[in-house]
């Protein structure tokens, strides 16, 4: 079993607010810790559950949190800057063979952007308001998932706070949810203990490998199309956003990115995102 983890930092048990997700910030280094200590027991769930390759993702900010010493070195470790960004590393090959990996694992992961009580909840950076997949909003899991889904990978565990797995349920059904927090907003959050979230995401990331193989989870599809809109805090952050081609302005602060496949739909929004957030 080949086993994809992406590893972000908002949703580790013990992260509530976003300075310390930050790395100018003093309390950084405590929570790269607790993103390691998380990401290291979904490495031994896999294992326990036979997994024979795992790549670590780190999927947050500049994408090189993790200290790679501290990783179980069970997996090998992807991170920089990255193109397909939090994706990165399960492109299928070009020449066709097929998926890399039989399932992807989510861990530290967050609720959408505009999310009323999800604990920092947002859409890849601060620019997005309200983020909607083929109408519904759904966040960096459900876009993720899409993407990974396009390239023959189901989704088999989410880990992060409440407002995460309620969104996870309707979106994900298959996928094992772990719960390690308790969100009171954007910058509060009541956590388990880091040993009890460990745990927790041990025998979460266990059940999913034992699914995957099991042929329980499945894939997500939706459309075609597909069609991504975003709304933006700032009209100039749509002006931006809205130079993508095929991207198409709805309203001030709305850009809508469709395709007839999920990974050009994807591609847009993207690359829309990341063009708003040069905006000064
Ligand atoms: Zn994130």
Redesign the pocket.
């Known amino acids: 079993m080949r086993v994809y983890i992406s590893v972000?930092?908002?949703?580790i048990a013990g992260v509530s607010h976003h300075k310390p997700t930050s790395r100018t910030d003093s309390e950084y280094p405590a929570a790269v810790a607790l993103m390691v200590g998380e990401a290291n027991a979904a490495i031994a769930g896999a294992m326990s559950a036979g997994a024979t390759d795992i790549l670590v993702n780190d999927?947050?900010g500049g994408m090189y949190n993790l200290t790679p010493a501290e990783v179980d070195p069970a997996a090998r470790l992807l991170q920089g800057q990255k193109a397909w960004s939090?994706v990165a590393g399960a492109e299928p090959p070009a020449d066709g063979s097929g998926p890399v990996f039989d399932v992807a694992l989510f861990v530290g992961?967050?609720a959408r952007a505009g999310h009323p009580t999800g604990t920092i909840a947002?859409t890849?950076t601060g620019g997005p308001t309200d983020t909607r997949l083929n109408g519904r909003a759904t966040g960096?899991y459900g876009f993720n998932a899409l993407v990974l889904g396009a390239w023959g990978i189901p989704v088999g565990l989410v880990a992060g706070d409440d407002a995460l797995a309620a969104e996870v349920e309707d979106w994900l059904p298959w996928a094992e949810r772990v719960v390690v927090k308790e969100g009171f907003g954007t910058s509060a959050a009541a956590s388990l203990h880091p040993a009890k979230a460990r745990d927790l995401v041990r025998a979460g990331a266990a059940r999913a490998v034992q699914r995957a193989r099991a042929g329980e989870l499945r894939r997500l599809e939706v459309g075609p199309p597909v069609v991504i809109e975003v709304d933006y805090r700032r009209a100039l952050e749509a002006d931006f956003a809205a130079v993508v081609p095929n991207a198409e302005r709805l309203n001030d602060r709305t850009v809508r990115h469709a395709g007839p496949d999920p990974v050009t739909a994807y591609r847009g929004f993207l690359a829309g995102v990341r063009l708003a957030a040069t905006v000064e």
């Open positions: 972000d930092m908002e949703g999927s947050h939090m992961y967050h947002h890849y960096e």
